[in-house]
Nanobody, 128 residues
């Protein structure tokens, strides 16, 4: 059974850093594009970053470019999100998600309907 499980969330002051992890099980991890999404209270879920399979690169939301870095370790079946220079507006529940079906897309990577599997989420709270 395919499972995604996030960890690493917590509370931090503005300017601080956190590293989120997402551990996958039940499938061949390197066969899926992997993304991070987040959802703040009262807002829609939004794409944060994606890392494509086969060396096809990464994409980031404009709001996190230069501050967040997405990476993956296929040998450990783990996805990461390094978050630096955190801001109060980064406060949200962060989810990892897997896409098995689509070709890499620089424009559509952040559409939630592209993703087949989701983790349960981890809370990130940034205080000012």
């Amino acid at each position: 059974q395919l499972q995604l499980m996030e960890s690493g969330g917590g509370s931090v002051q503005a300017g601080g850093s956190l590293r989120l992890s997402c551990t996958a099980s039940g499938y061949r991890f390197d066969s899926s594009h992997m993304a991070w999404f987040r959802q703040a209270p009262g807002k829609e879920r939004e794409g944060v970053a994606v890392i494509f399979t086969g060396g096809a690169g990464t994409r980031y939301a404009d709001s996190v470019k230069g501050r967040f870095t997405i990476s993956r370790d296929n040998a450990k079946n783990t996805l990461y999100l390094q978050m630096n220079s955190l801001r109060p507006e980064d406060t949200a529940v962060y989810y990892c998600a897997a896409d098995f079906r689509h070709a890499p897309s620089g424009r559509r990577w952040n559409a939630t309907e592209r993703y087949d599997y989701w983790g349960q989420g981890t809370q990130v709270t940034v205080s000012s």
